[in-house]
């Protein structure tokens, strides 16, 4: 399973941006980009994916370095309801279909 | 309406004993997950089937059973409960079983051994 290497934990303000970094120098071609996150005794649940371009959805911003050795969660504007743990994970076509966790980036949201 | 609903929300227990768990999906899906978040809060999977056929079993010890009666439905039985199975249990389900497709993950199920 290919590896992804996250900070443990990162803090930031009410109301502004914050930059969730992920770094997977040991991508493959096929490897999807998925991040989950889990709020306080909850299960996890899916925020964005994506292969090669850069992707928005309603909850976030997903961009991919041009060599996909690393990727950027973006929250555009953090809420205190953002408080989480983030997960970047890397899933291969044609290789387990499982999701594989790793210790993820705690947040912090101070208001 | 709960897309994944797992039940029951706490279990204790004592050592030896057996318990289980249930978990129901409500979204059409035909493939469903269990993993397990011990106490470091690393989340792995346990088992996953598609169809009601078990696909993935990650060298779960035998005392773990899980059942799919039909596709919505993945109940998870534990034989002789020890005090290493203390965990949160959560059920997932995806819409097949295609890697990295989304999974739903349900609430969780704590289990505490004593």
């Known amino acids: 399973d290919a590896k992804t290497t996250q900070p443990n934990s990162m803090e930031s303000n009410e109301e502004e941006p914050v930059h969730l970094p992920c770094n997977h120098s040991t991508i493959s071609g096929t490897d999807y980009i998925h991040w989950y996150r889990q709020l306080p005794s909850q299960g996890p649940e899916y925020v964005i994916h994506g292969l090669t371009s850069n992707v928005n959805n309603r909850m976030a911003s997903l961009a991919i370095a041009e060599d996909r050795k690393s990727s950027t969660l973006i929250l555009h504007r953090a809420t205190l309801r953002d408080a989480a743990v983030y997960y970047c994970?890397?899933?291969?076509?044609?290789?387990?279909?499982?999701?594989?966790f790793g210790k993820g980036t705690k947040l912090t949201v101070n208001p | 309406d709960t897309a994944v609903s797992q039940t029951p929300k706490y279990l204790v227990t004592q050592m030896g004993n057996d318990k289980s768990i249930k978990c129901e999906q409500n979204?059409?899906?035909?493939?469903m997950y269990w993993y397990k978040q011990d106490s470091k809060k690393f989340l792995k999977i346990m088992f996953s089937?598609?169809?009601?056929?078990?696909?993935i079993n990650e060298t779960v010890p035998n005392r773990f059973s899980p059942k799919s009666p039909d596709k919505a439905h993945l109940n998870l039985h534990i034989n002789s409960l020890e005090l290493g199975d203390s965990a949160v249990y959560f059920c997932a389900s995806s819409r097949v079983l295609v890697i990295g497709d989304t999974q739903y993950f349900g609430p969780g199920t704590r289990l505490t051994v004593l």
């Open positions: 979204l059409g899906h035909d493939t």
């Open positions: 089937y598609n169809n009601k056929e078990l696909i």
């Open positions: 994970i890397l899933s291969s076509q044609g290789g387990s279909e499982k999701l594989v």
